[in-house]
T-cell receptor, first 115, second 113 residues
């Protein structure tokens, strides 16, 4: 399968600061990338879908000004959690897909802790 | 609303047992269905992908079936091992502009040695 790399795997930040998480498709060009959030012992909740070169589409209830998504190239999407608060602490996972006919591959996730 | 549910939420079995995990989805107009494994604090490992036109897929000790008309899929694990202990997630992909995956609630499996 294809490789999706997510960085960092863990990050601790202070309340009020911003944190950027990167998602890279290493061996294919991803026209679409997805960002998920997972609370402890819960399933993955889709936050937003991003297509290269266009604005991300956010799911209902997700604050677009708080969770900034940039998909500037076919191999890189970033999620920036702005003005982080302790309730933003969670596990964030990205996935990338070459095109609509193919399956998506997942990164290893980022554990964000806001203190 | 498109929802995906998994039963049971948790399962504990002795090593060597065969077991079945269930996944149901409310909208049967799926594009495909995928089973994943997630170890604690880790990302997802894709196990099996079943296209909407298929009825089952097999990989080693794993067999996944799909019944679109009833909105159900099962993951069968033969001769379970302690290393199979993990959370198993099913995810349904629907068509449309974004083709997004909707994840089930997950089944936490513990295989006792």
């Amino acid at each position: 399968g294809a490789v999706v790399s997510q960085h960092p795997s863990r990050v601790i930040c202070k309340s009020g600061t911003s944190v950027k998480i990167e998602c890279r498709s290493l061996d294919f060009q991803a026209t679409t990338m997805f960002w998920y959030r997972q609370f402890p012992k819960q399933s993955l909740m889709l936050m937003a879908t991003s297509n290269e070169g266009s604005k991300a589409t956010y799911e209902q209830g997700v604050e677009k000004d708080k969770f900034l998504i940039n998909h500037a190239s076919l191999t890189l999407s970033t999620l920036t959690v702005t003005s982080a608060h302790p309730e933003d602490s969670s596990f964030y996972i990205c996935s990338a897909r070459r095109d609509t006919r193919r399956e998506a591959f997942f990164g290893q996730g980022t554990r964000l802790t806001v203190v | 609303k498109q929802e995906v549910t998994q039963i049971p939420a948790a399962l504990s079995v002795p090593e060597g047992e065969n077991l079945v995990l269930n996944c149901s989805f409310t909208d049967s107009a799926i594009y495909n269905l995928q089973w994943f494994r997630q170890d604690p604090g880790k990302g997802l490992t894709s196990l099996l992908l079943i296209q909407s036109s298929q009825r089952e897929q097999t990989s080693g000790r794993l067999n996944a079936s799909l019944d679109k008309s009833s909105g159900r899929s099962t993951l069968y694990i033969a001769a379970s091992q302690p290393g199979d202990s993990a959370t198993y997630l099913c995810a349904v992909r629907y068509g449309g502009a974004t083709n997004k995956l909707i994840f089930g609630t997950g089944t936490l499996l513990a295989v006792q040695p």
